[in-house]
């Protein structure tokens, strides 16, 4: 049955992609052998769809696919070094909106979850849909304390088909990744992979729940910011109950004013609210489009849909503060040198055409002040030149870039005159100066320490099999300077961490002598 399920599944894909003339898609990844009438169904395609666009014809492919397809478009429309601004674009307009489920069917689904009737868990229960996606559907409801909640439930047979898909998806990509000369320099199978993991983290309403309060636990020292409480008595793997949040979009800029909302002050709270997520928690709300942020009477910020997250650790924020900086110096070798350490692309960084690519960007800055130019601009025209490089960004990294520039289209909508780089700027000079701590400086040169002892263990071995070959009449050599480049970045790697080190271990040295000799001072010489 499964075998026939699956089969069913890549005709019905095949025949889309050909509906919608999409043959690269096809040819890449193999299935056009699904197709029976193959030239009839392109010939209808082209006669039928002429008037769109390519990019126009994947998002409505996407939409006709399904949850899966849908989401796999979602996350694409993040990823600006993968694909250029029309595909964007039109991904961004990609809807999560299909027919409600019956009421009947969401009764069941709860009742069964929840082991109880309606009635008896909820004082009221809204049966139609307050919005309906194609992995679950909210609903209002009051609880028997009076309290409004959101209660999400999960569509029946959502995960069964999500699963199907995600699996005929990561078949596609590692054919693709065999078949299509374009896509050496991408790791499509590893992509296809990370968006597995995430679509089934967003099927899994328990784990939204612990994301919900992970934030709420962040954001507890700040009364300017709501996360929505977790009724975990109600919660499970499929059904999700959350405090309702009401509040105005913030987008709504008619019903802000109105509200006598301080427009330029709410631009600067909601842009420290994503620059303490990023830079000072590591763990972001991946999501924040404007459905999901509200501003409540009292002028809080609440936010809501917590399916979609991203972690960022402590090298990739250092990362990020490197290079956040070096855009706002505009040095286009450090920016070309730090987008070279973040990309996973599989091909060698040419550092020296890169920095050239960034040099011309730089120049239509040359003569702005920091605070005239648009970062999400800058940010765009860097990921254009990557994307023409083929060098690929970590996901994670990706949608902290959206999140910038998202997030500087919403403070420019609230305040024309808003600077994102005051906001993040400090946040960002945090994080280059933490590089140069005492702590920071220890670990790295730790770091270096361990690779150091592995070539030094490593070498005795290497001398033997040289000298062993010379002994047998010599060896014949043939190198090429391509060879030599993993050893010499390996070493330039452990020289930096030395010399990071020496610099750090001086510091160090030259405070704690300061303070010693202060102390001296103050004791009258005598060090107690």
Not at 89 to 103: I, S
Not at 302 to 314: E, K, P, Q, S
Not at 486 to 491: A, K, S
Request: charged share 25%; proline share 5%.
């Amino acid at each position: 049955m499964a075998i026939v399920q699956h089969l069913e599944r890549y005709r019905v894909i095949a025949e889309t992609l050909a509906r919608h003339g999409l043959g690269v898609l096809l040819g890449a990844s193999g299935i056009e052998r699904y197709i029976p009438f193959r030239h009839s169904i392109a010939r209808v395609a082209h006669r039928s769809q002429h008037s769109y666009s390519t990019a126009a014809h994947v998002r409505l492919a996407l939409e006709e696919l399904g949850p899966a397809f849908v989401k796999l478009g979602q996350l694409l429309s993040t990823r600006p070094d993968l694909l250029p601004p029309t595909y964007l674009g039109e991904l961004a307009k990609l809807q999560d909106a299909v027919p409600a489920v019956p009421e009947a069917t969401i009764q069941q689904v709860l009742e069964a979850e929840l082991g109880a009737s309606v009635e008896s868990l909820f004082q009221e229960f809204d049966l139609s849909p307050l919005a309906s996606a194609s992995i679950g559907q909210a609903h209002a409801a009051t609880l028997h304390d009076g309290t409004e909640v959101v209660v999400k439930v999960r569509r029946p047979g959502a995960v069964e088909q999500v699963d199907v898909d995600l699996e005929i998806l990561q078949n596609l990509a590692a054919q693709a990744a065999r078949r299509w000369e374009d896509a050496a320099d991408y790791d499509l199978p590893g992509l296809a992979e990370e968006f597995s993991r995430t679509l089934r983290a967003e099927l899994d309403y328990l784990a939204e729940g612990r994301n919900a309060e992970k934030f709420a636990q962040n954001f507890a020292d700040n009364p300017g910011v709501h996360i929505p409480k977790v009724y975990w008595e109600t919660t499970t793997t499929r059904v999700l109950t959350l405090e309702r949040i009401r509040g105005l979009k913030v987008s709504d800029l008619e019903a802000l004013d109105a509200a006598g909302i301080d427009r330029p002050a709410l631009a600067a709270r909601a842009t420290e609210v994503v620059a303490q997520m990023i830079f000072d928690d590591g763990f972001f709300h991946a999501d924040p489009h404007p459905g999901n942020l509200f501003i409540e009477p009292d002028g809080r910020i609440g936010l809501i849909d917590f399916g979609m997250v991203g972690v960022v650790d402590a090298e990739l924020r250092e990362r990020l503060g490197v290079l956040l900086v070096a855009l706002t110096r505009k040095d286009p070798h450090r920016i070309a040198a730090a987008l070279a350490r973040l990309s996973t692309s599989t091909q060698r960084v040419d550092l020296g055409e890169l920095s050239r690519d960034m040099q011309a960007i730089v120049k239509l800055y040359d003569d702005l002040p920091i605070a005239d130019i648009a970062v999400g601009k800058l940010i765009r025209e860097v990921l254009s030149v990557m994307r023409r490089r083929h060098l690929q960004l970590p996901r994670e990294f990706s949608l902290v870039l959206k999140m910038v520039v998202m997030t500087e289209g919403m403070g420019v909508s609230l305040d024309p005159s808003f600077n994102i780089e005051e906001v993040l700027g400090p946040y960002a000079q945090r994080l280059v100066a933490a590089r140069y701590s005492p702590a920071s400086v220890a670990r790295h040169l730790a770091e270096a320490g361990v690779d150091a002892l592995e070539i030094a263990t490593q070498l005795p071995v290497q001398l033997r099999r040289l000298q062993a070959m010379l002994d047998e009449g010599g060896p014949e050599v043939h190198l090429r300077t391509g060879d030599l480049e993993p050893i010499v970045e390996r070493l330039d790697s452990i020289s930096k961490r030395v010399m990071l080190g020496v610099v750090g271990v001086a510091v160090v040295r030259g405070v704690v002598e300061i303070v010693t000799t202060t102390l001296r001072r103050k004791r009258g010489g005598v060090l107690r």
